[in-house]
């Protein structure tokens, strides 16, 4: 009953935060005797949805975060994947799901990542668009680098 109290109150913070901006879909399965549990995101990923995710994550102890997504915002992949590790969770991409650009930096926060033989998980430079045209970013790729070393990767 008190896990139905917490997501109530978390879907109520999120639709008063602006829910029209955000993009993913997230769950929690709460329903396990330890108090851990399972947090799934999927879709596109903005940083309206690093809130709730947050609120999300925050009535777990512990657990796991079950990833598929195209990417979407940087910021949004690098706080999620913050999340993450801060909260001690593991990261999954689902048998035959993707995970890339921005769900893949936070796939990579969790404390141990898994994947499947067919899951597709994919990494690319931060860019920004011009127009149509993708151009490099060099401010966004530092930031990657930032987020690499304080989870602890090289």
């Known amino acids: 009953m008190r896990a139905i109290v917490k997501c109530a109150l978390a879907a109520l913070l999120f639709a008063v935060a602006g829910a029209d901006r955000a993009s993913a879909w997230i769950y929690v399965n709460t329903n396990t005797p330890d108090g851990s549990c399972v947090v799934t995101l999927s879709g596109v990923m903005t940083l309206a949805d690093t809130n709730f995710f ?16 195209r990417g979407g915002s940087l910021d949004a992949g690098l706080r999620i994947g913050e999340i993450i590790r801060r909260r001690g969770m ?8 993707m995970c890339a650009s921005s769900c893949a930096l936070a796939w990579l926060g969790g404390v141990v990542r898994n994947m499947f033989p067919t899951s597709r998980i994919g990494f690319h430079e931060a860019y920004v668009l ?12 530092a930031l990657i680098g930032v987020y690499l070393t304080n989870i602890g990767l090289p």
Request: aromatic content about 2%; proline content about 3%; some cysteine.
């Open 54 to 69: 947050e609120a999300m994550a925050g009535m777990c102890n512990g657990g796991g975060v079950l990833l598929e997504s």
């Open 90 to 97: 593991e990261t999954a991409v689902a048998y035959d799901a």
């Open 130 to 141: 011009e127009g149509d045209s993708p151009r490099t970013s060099s401010v966004g790729n």
